[in-house]
T-cell receptor, first 115, second 110 residues
Framework: DAGVIQSPRHEVTEMGQEVTLRCKPI?????LFWYRQTMMRGLELLIY????????DSGMPEDRFSAKMPNASFSTLKIQPSEPRDSAVYFC?????????????FGDGTRLSIL | GEDVEQSLFLSVREGDSSVINCTYT??????LYWYKQEPGAGLQLLTY?????DMKQDQRLTVLLNKKDKHLSLRIADTQTGDSAIYFC??????????FGSGTKLNVKP
C-alpha cells in the first residue's frame, strides 16, 4: 500500500514568494496532521483535520500560514509571503479514526529553504 | 498541555544495549508509541504499548511502561550501527492528536 505522499521533497525559494506544500494521505484515513521540524523547536504540530474539517489550528505560527483539505485525498499547506525563518522540514501524517490502536503514519517530508 | 520529555543524546558501542527513556504527563493516554527517524526521512513507527501493559517485547526491542511514574523506556538489544537515528516517544490524546517528545539522538559507535 502507498504511504503518505508529500511533494515536493525539496523546495528552495526566495523570501517573499508563495510556497505550497502538498500531501496525499493514506486512503481511508480520516485524520491528517501537518508538522514542522526544526533543530531549535523540534517537532511542532501546526494543524490537523478530521474528515476534511480543521479541528485545531492553534499551532499555525502566523496568518502567513494556511492549510486546506478540499477532499479526503489531498491537503495543502501554504505560506505567503515566505520568510527565511520558515525554513524547516514539513511533515504530513495521517491516521485512521476509531477507538484503540491508531498510529500516525508520516510522509518523508518537504525540506523547505527560504533564501 | 501534555509534556513529553526525553534526554537529547545517547551514545553506545555496537553490540551493547541501548535504553532510551521518556516521561509523559497524561495518565489517560491509552497507547504510547516509539518512532524512529533516520536522516532525511520521516518518522517511522517502531513499536507501541497499550497502557494496561507493563512490558512488550518485539525481537530486539523491549518497551517498559511504569504507569505510576508515567515513565516509558525503549531498550534495544545488541545495538547495531543501523540503529543510529533519532527516537521519539509519543502519547495519544483526544482526536488522535499525538504529543511527541523532543527526540533522543542515538549514536552507535563501531
Amino acid at each position: 500500500d502507498a504511504g503518505v505522499i508529500q511533494s515536493p521533497r525539496h523546495e528552495v525559494t526566495e523570501m517573499g514568494q508563495e510556497v505550497t506544500l502538498r500531501c496525499k494521505p493514506i486512503s481511508g484515513h480520516d485524520y491528517l496532521f501537518w508538522y514542522r521540524q526544526t533543530m531549535m523547536r523540534g517537532l511542532e504540530l501546526l494543524i490537523y483535520f478530521n474528515n476534511n474539517v480543521p479541528i485545531d489550528d492553534s499551532g499555525m505560527p502566523e496568518d502567513r500560514f494556511s492549510a486546506k483539505m478540499p477532499n479526503a485525498s489531498f491537503s495543502t499547506l501554504k505560506i505567503q509571503p515566505s520568510e527565511p525563518r520558515d525554513s524547516a522540514v514539513y511533515f504530513c501524517a495521517s491516521s485512521p479514526q476509531g477507538i484503540g490502536y491508531q498510529p500516525q503514519h508520516f510522509g518523508d517530508g518537504t525540506r523547505l529553504s527560504i533564501l | 498541555g501534555e509534556d513529553v520529555e526525553q534526554s537529547l543524546f545517547l551514545s553506545v558501542r555496537e553490540g551493547d544495549s541501548s535504553v532510551i527513556n521518556c516521561t509523559y504527563t497524561d495518565s489517560s493516554s491509552t497507547y504510547l508509541y516509539w518512532y524512529k527517524q533516520e536522516p532525511g526521512a520521516g518518522l517511522q513507527l517502531l513499536t507501541y504499548i497499550f497502557s494496561n501493559m507493563d512490558m512488550k517485547q518485539d525481537q530486539r526491542l523491549t518497551v517498559l511502561l511504569n504507569k505510576k511514574d508515567k515513565h516509558l523506556s525503549l531498550r534495544i538489544a545488541d545495538t547495531q550501527t543501523g540503529d543510529s537515528a533519532i527516537y521519539f516517544c509519543a502519547e495519544n490524546g483526544n482526536f488522535n492528536k499525538f504529543y511527541f517528545g523532543s527526540g533522543t539522538k542515538l549514536n552507535v559507535k563501531p
